[in-house]
């Protein structure tokens, strides 16, 4: 049935790098002094389990990380290993060794589903009921080709800047001889020789606040309560930085600025402290907008530009602009021929509270304030899963997976196995969400998370029942409930899965556009419901409203994008969402800008497809932050 084939090498070689030792199984040769060092992996892997469905084969390992989800192709396992070191280390070689085992196999392996839009009401076969990609099932040889790739990147890890050296191992399969060749035996060689002298050693501060001089007299108690638990602040305004850097855009600038921060003050967090100026288009810390166009939106608001500062690039620690291909389109991913490759690691860990008023920044402050020095587990310890049946059969979905539902189990395994009393607000329990005074009862009574999984809009959210097929929709917040919000300074973290629903750069303005532009008859009809016109985002006005709402929140500043039915879990939000919480019970990080960024982090080392694929880069590009990154969670 099946048989051994021989051991497969791959050789990947650098001229000169910058990469911290780590990993299991490594042994170390140790060179003389600036001399190189070889350290080897060795991993033995388990027998692949490989299941027969209905129609398709499907082959996981016990020792994946993922599984290859490029539309209509062979959904092979993975397995990733993720080894760091330190900036300024001289990377020489690293060598992939295989040995695999081939086994035929009684029908084809399954392709994978494309990705659905959470804003689609008729979710398209191709997701349901995925295709196979004749350029790959009818064609001879292996998927993929390549047995292994390397990708490498710059960012922070527990607070040092290191270079991630990621090793993707591949099962290949052979389509035309039903045959999948896994691997059984891993072995990995890296080659590398330490700094001569240490890179980014400034450590005068730790937060930059950048701000307008509208708000900083009404920030300075957050500087001095910061200073205070030993986060050493400094705040500085939009107008010195356009300024000082006069030959940039007013994004360019601030990205500029932040990394002369690193490099002078060695700061590790950055709070962008402003938005829209009140309803107009202006702004007083301006939006990114990206330049990702993976569907009818032609870009969206993302703080990551601000957050990744270096790449590596031919062994050399580089500024990363996001404009690898020079043509002045920042960001930009066209096609597969026409796009930026970026490093997208956060080299800082950025937070953003988008005041459009002076009178919200008391507010928050003082919510930040309260919240840190009095939070106590008597309701810190309780927490809120709100779901149902994100893609039911109306929207064309299959009966009895209830994916909002299965995400949000991750969070309660997560949260329960760190002493949480978790409230599921689940549509297929009866009675228990009927509206969403149900929500803001729960929210009222004092909790520590909320993790809503459904369908939002940046004035709404909720899900359908569980095997909806009439088109129900029960709502789980409007903008309209804010003021029902009296919860004090029992503040939930709030991680909102939906679309748009932190869409900080929405403005009334719209409604004058997009009528002169559009006419009354098409925004009646179509604009008026996309409620880009409405005064603030639900996931700002939580933060933002006073006596209660939340301490933060998380959501998309664009469309939302998940898997349908049994591959909710294969990547895109139903894997980011919770992954802020394993991040937070898992990996034992308690600060919230660092939590927020390792489920970034882990999405680029372990999912990997953000440089291929248009809608795995936007689900880490639009993930943003409302709040404060340097927020001890649960308080000190």
């Not at 839009?117 to 997701?127: C, E, F, H, P």
């Not at 270079?163 to 999948?180: F, G, H, K, M, R």
């Not at 002369?260 to 309803?279: C, H, M, N, T």
Request: negative net charge; hydrophobic residues 35%.
């Amino acid at each position: 049935m099946w048989g051994h084939i021989p051991m497969k090498k791959i050789t990947i070689l650098f001229l000169t790098g910058i990469i911290v030792l780590s990993g299991l199984g490594a042994v170390t040769t140790m060179g003389a002094e600036n001399q190189p060092i070889t350290q080897d992996f060795s991993y033995t892997l388990a027998t692949p389990l490989i299941r027969d469905e209905e129609t398709y084969t499907l082959v996981e390992l016990e020792e994946m990380t993922s599984h290859l989800m490029e539309e209509g192709k062979p959904m092979v396992p993975v397995i990733t290993k993720t080894y760091t070191y330190p900036v300024g280390t001289i990377l020489d070689d690293i060598d992939v060794s295989f040995n695999t085992q081939a086994y035929q196999l009684a029908q084809k392996i399954q392709p994978a589903p494309c990705p659905v839009s959470l804003s689609d009401t008729v979710i398209t076969q191709a997701a349901i009921d995925p295709q196979p990609d004749n350029t790959v099932y009818m064609q001879a040889g292996l998927y993929p080709q390549e047995s292994s790739q390397v990708r490498i990147g710059v960012g922070l890890k527990d607070g040092e800047r290191v270079l991630y050296v990621n090793v993707d191992c591949y099962a290949q399969y052979e389509p035309l001889e039903d045959t999948i060749y896994v691997p059984e035996e891993i072995e990995i060689t890296v080659t590398y020789q330490l700094p001569k002298a240490s890179v980014l050693t400034a450590d005068e501060y730790d937060l930059l606040i950048i701000t307008d001089e509208t708000f900083t007299d009404a920030l300075q108690p957050l500087v001095d309560h910061k200073n205070n638990q030993g986060i050493r602040t400094i705040m500085t305004k939009t107008q010195h930085i356009y300024s000082t850097y006069t030959d940039y855009t007013n994004p360019e600038a601030i990205k500029l600025s932040i990394k002369d921060a690193i490099e002078e003050w060695g700061i590790e967090y950055v709070l962008l402290a402003g938005g829209r100026k009140g309803q107009t288009f202006q702004w007083y810390v301006p939006e990114f907008r990206s330049n990702n166009n993976a569907d009818s939106e032609s870009g969206y608001s993302t703080d990551l530009y601000y957050a990744d500062i270096y790449k590596y690039n031919e062994g050399e620690l580089v500024f990363d602009n996001w404009d690898s291909n020079g043509n002045g389109k920042v960001g930009e991913y066209r096609n597969m021929f026409t796009k930026d490759v970026m490093d997208f690691y956060p080299d800082v860990i950025i937070g953003r509270l988008p005041f459009r008023y002076l009178s919200q920044v008391s507010v928050v402050v003082d919510k930040i304030i309260q919240y840190e020095t009095t939070a106590d587990d008597s309701w810190f310890k309780n927490a809120v899963v709100v779901s149902g049946d994100t893609f039911p059969p109306s929207r064309g979905g299959s009966k009895g997976w209830y994916e909002g539902e299965l995400e949000t189990s991750i969070t309660v395994g997560l949260l329960e196995s760190a002493g949480f009393n978790v409230e599921k607000l689940w549509l297929s329990i009866p009675g228990v969400w009927e509206g969403s005074q149900d929500v803001t009862d729960q929210i009222n009574s004092g909790a520590g998370f909320i993790h809503y999984a459904g369908h939002g809009n940046p004035a709404g959210w909720g899900n359908h029942p569980a095997d909806d097929e009439d088109h129900v929709f029960i709502q789980g917040f409007q903008l309209r409930d804010m003021r029902k919000y009296s919860n004090g300074y029992e503040l939930p973290i709030m991680v909102i899965g939906g679309c748009h629903n932190a869409q900080f750069n929405v403005t009334m303005s719209h409604i004058l556009t997009e009528i002169r532009g559009h006419g009354l008859v098409k925004f009646l009809t179509y604009y008026m419901y996309l409620m880009g016109w409405v005064p603030m985002d639900g996931a700002s006005w939580f933060v933002m409203e006073e006596g209660g709402g939340a301490i933060a929140t998380m959501g998309c500043t664009g469309y939302g994008y998940g898997y349908v039915n049994e591959n909710w879990d294969q990547g895109l939000g139903g894997w980011i969402e919770p992954r802020f919480f394993d991040a937070y019970t898992n990996q034992s990080k308690d600060i919230l800008g660092e939590v927020h960024d390792q489920a970034i982090i882990d999405y680029i080392n372990i999912i990997g497809n953000v440089n291929n694929d248009q809608i795995d880069r936007k689900t880490i590009e639009q993930w943003v932050l409302i709040g404060d990154p340097t927020l001890k969670i649960g308080g000190y």
